[in-house]
């Protein structure tokens, strides 16, 4: 039998990947008028098509659940088409793409929430910081929170999106639950001081989470749903008192589905941004034997600890999140052990072709 190294093919629920390279959501904020994907995102995606799997920047699954500009959504006609051309160019160059369902909850403001409403959360808990917005930097507002009987209908924003993502002919969706976002300030204690049934227990901080895969389920089927988590990841100005409790309860939890798979960002260098407190115990490990489906890690890799990673066991897949933006063709420069561009990151946000579809791929740039 042959040894199951990071080049070699795998199968994510019912999504074949050519090899366990994944390109890891990365917002980019460059979508045209009405958060439709910018016509550009079509070569950006198609120039990346050799990743086993993209996973796209976030898409807002309505305008409530958007916090940040230009960032394109997954919830009317004109956004479907858009991500059409991008789902076909990757299709047409051989790549399997999956799109990830985004509500930010907390993290925004009402510049971007219809009608100027307050951004929605579970507890009404400002997050320290600011939003960038065109009409420059804001603080965070202090959110309003949700009512008990107002969740269904935030859940049903997901299956939207999924309804929507699955029209435009993805291979498939991950259901965004990391980095602070409404699905993590539901599971995070920090952020999660409910005393309904969604809040309290870890239990109850879990519902929301599990009420949202069961919808994207029914709507795309579960081989071909995923989930992003990052237990440890304080980002967003968000915290849990024992992640090990909170997330081995969700990871053992969503077995329940049959899903293609769990994706798990937790740095796997010191220093990186996305990186808990200095000497806090990871919970990655946990996690991996918690859940009993196809396993992304993420955070900081590089060859040698995909590699590693890969060929251990300790997952099934890795994503990288920072060298795709700079090295279109990322599969093929570990495979040849090719040196990697740097990334520019005064361009990772907004703007045009710039630090976006002109990095070249490893023949281009040695021409
Ligand atoms: C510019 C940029 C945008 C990002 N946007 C998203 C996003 O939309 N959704 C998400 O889950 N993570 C997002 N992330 C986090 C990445 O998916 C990834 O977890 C992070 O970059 C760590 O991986 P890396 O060390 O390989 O870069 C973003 C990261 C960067 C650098």
Request: aromatic fraction near 8%; proline fraction near 7%.
């Amino acid at each position: 039998m042959s040894k199951t190294d990071l080049f070699s093919p795998v199968r994510l629920g019912d999504i074949d990947l050519a090899n366990r390279v994944v390109m890891a959501p990365m917002t980019r904020s460059r979508a045209a008028a009405g958060q439709v994907p910018n016509p550009l995102s079509v070569d950006y995606y198609r120039q990346r098509a050799s990743a086993g799997l993209i996973i796209t920047e976030g898409a807002q699954v309505s305008q409530q659940g958007q916090g940040y500009p230009d960032t394109p959504g997954i919830f009317n006609e004109a956004q479907v088409e858009g991500w059409k051309a991008v789902v076909d160019a990757v299709h047409a160059a051989g790549g399997r793409i999956a799109l990830q369902l985004w509500h930010v909850g907390r993290i925004s403001h009402p510049v971007f929430q219809p009608g100027g409403a307050l951004p929605v959360a579970p507890s009404a808990i400002a997050a320290k910081g600011s939003v960038y917005t065109h009409e420059g930097m804001k603080e965070y507002p202090t959110p309003r929170a949700l009512e008990t009987g107002e969740i269904a209908g935030i859940v049903a924003q997901y299956a939207h999106g999924a309804a929507q993502a699955k029209a435009a002919g993805f291979d498939g969706v991950e259901i965004h639950g990391a980095n602070g976002y409404l699905i993590d300030q539901f599971l995070r204690d920090g952020t999660n001081k409910r005393t309904d049934q969604y809040g309290g227990s870890v239990e109850n901080r879990a519902r929301f989470l599990l009420e949202v895969t069961a919808a994207v389920v029914d709507v795309f089927g579960a081989s071909r749903v995923g989930v992003r988590l990052s237990p440890t990841n304080p980002f967003n100005d968000i915290t849990d008192s024992d992640p090990a409790a909170t997330f081995g309860h969700a990871a053992e939890q969503l077995n329940r589905f049959g899903l293609a798979f769990l994706h798990v960002i937790e740095p796997v260098v010191p220093g990186h941004p996305m990186a808990g407190p200095a000497g806090a115990p990871g919970v990655a490990g946990l996690l991996r034997r918690a859940f009993t489906g196809p396993y992304i890690l993420n955070g900081g890799y590089d060859r040698d600890s995909a590699v590693q990673a890969v060929e251990s066991g300790a997952a099934d897949a890795v994503a990288f999140g920072i060298p795709f933006i700079s090295n279109p063709d990322l599969v093929r420069r570990l495979q040849l052990r090719a040196p990697l561009a740097p990334a520019d990151r005064a361009t990772f946000y907004g703007g045009d072709a710039k630090g976006y579809t002109d990095y070249p791929a490893l023949d281009m740039a040695a021409a």
